[in-house]
Antibody
Framework: EVQLVESGGGLVQPGGSLRLACAGSGFTFSRYWMHWVRQPPGKGLVWVSR????????RSADSVKGRVTISRDNAKNTVYLQMDSLRAEDTAVYYC???????????????WGQGTLVTVSS | EIVLTQSPDFQSVTPKEKVTITCRASQSIGSSLHWYQQKPDQSPKLLIKYASQSFSGVPSRFSGSGSGTDFTLTINSLEAEDAASYYC?????????FGQGTKLEIK
């Protein structure tokens, strides 16, 4: 059974930093693209960032570019999202999501974690 | 960035009714369109991939169609447990984008 478990969310002041982690199990973690998708309270889904299975290719949304870094440790089956210079508008539930296998990036998001809430407020 | 526009934003429906949700893309995306269901206080779940392929374990009353710019999610014989928000998502080009969502209320 595929499982994704996020951790690291919490309350942080504007300008602060937070590192989210997501542990995957039930599949060959290193074969899959992994994504972060966020959902502000009461609003829709917004893609944040993605990373290839071997960690060599990454992309992030313009709204967070330069402020977030996605990385992974395949030995630990874990993907990370380092978020710096946080703003109030970054407040959201952050979901870790599995993408597709291989090199191609055109794929569905088939398994989602339970989400971790990040609140940016003074 | 490809914009996905869903309609309607909200729909109140009765059990056993047939429901159709549409998703229109601002430019052609082939069949790279996927549908998700999100129930209150839960994470989204994949229903349909590549416009018309059902994901494993999804009830057969859910189906998808379309290509290019116009796509449809159909729920045949709606059940009470289908009360949720539904989102489309395109993976054709960066950045991946989502529709604004359609909330289904069961009367």
């Amino acid at each position: 059974e595929v499982q994704l478990v996020e951790s690291g969310g919490g309350l942080v002041q504007p300008g602060g930093s937070l590192r989210l982690a997501c542990a995957g199990s039930g599949f060959t973690f290193s074969r899959y693209w992994m994504h972060w998708v966020r959902q502000p309270p009461g609003k829709g889904l917004v893609w944040v960032s993605r990373i290839h299975g071997d960690g060599t290719m990454t992309r992030s949304a313009d709204s967070v570019k330069g402020r977030v870094t996605i990385s992974r440790d395949n030995a630990k089956n874990t993907v990370y999202l380092q978020m710096d210079s946080l703003r109030a508008e970054d407040t959201a539930v952050y979901y870790c999501v599995r993408g597709g296998p291989g090199v191609a990036a055109d794929h569905e998001l088939d398994y989602w974690g339970q989400g971790t809430l990040v609140t940016v407020s003074s | 960035e490809i914009v996905l526009t869903q309609s309607p934003d909200f729909q109140s429906v009765t059990p056993k009714e047939k429901v159709t949700i549409t998703c229109r893309a601002s430019q052609s995306i082939g069949s790279s369109l996927h549908w998700y269901q999100q129930k209150p206080d839960q994470s989204p779940k994949l229903l349909i991939k590549y416009a018309s392929q059902s994901f494993s374990g999804v009830p057969s009353r859910f189906s998808g169609s379309g290509s290019g710019t116009d796509f449809t999610l159909t729920i045949n014989s709606l059940e009470a447990e289908d009360a949720a928000s539904y989102y489309c998502h395109q993976s054709s080009s960066l950045p991946p984008t989502f529709g604004q969502g359609t909330k289904l209320e069961i009367k």
